[in-house]
């Protein structure tokens, strides 16, 4: 079993920041990649942002230049840093692991339950 825990959501004017911070804890052996998810009223979850274990990111588009992925292998966490915040950005931010456990070395895809982000004046 995996757990994750996501906080740091609120409501910000355009043109703001934000830091969302996301906790993994159970049977963790390692954690592979782990990311950020969005999903805005009436649409589809969308991709955000990746880090591999090694630190490699990968961005959309749309955030590309303006947030921030980071993760401590240490402490089991994730952050991500926004900057100059859009309307569009307006969603429930979901954090996303890869996690291998130490019972069986099995793989398992764990999501948190979601924080929201509304960016508005």
């Known amino acids: 079993q995996v757990q994750l825990v996501e906080s740091g959501g609120g409501l910000v004017q355009p043109g703001g920041s934000l830091r969302l911070s996301c906790v993994a804890s159970?049977?963790?052996?390692?954690?592979?990649?782990m990311g950020w998810y969005r999903q805005a009223p009436g649409k589809q979850r969308e991709w955000v942002a990746t880090?591999?274990?090694?630190?490699?990111?990968n961005y959309a588009d749309s955030v590309k230049g303006r947030f921030t992925i980071s993760r401590d292998n240490a402490k089991n966490t994730m952050s991500l840093q926004m900057y100059n915040l859009k309307p569009e950005d307006t969603a429930v931010y979901y954090c996303?692991?890869?996690?291998?456990?130490?019972?069986?070395?099995?793989?398992?895809?764990?999501w948190g339950q979601g924080t929201q982000v509304t960016v508005s004046s």
């Open positions: 880090i591999t274990s090694r630190e490699n990111t």
């Open positions: 159970g049977s963790i052996s390692r954690i592979n990649d």
């Open positions: 996303n692991a890869e996690v291998v456990s130490y019972i069986d070395y099995s793989v398992l895809n764990g």
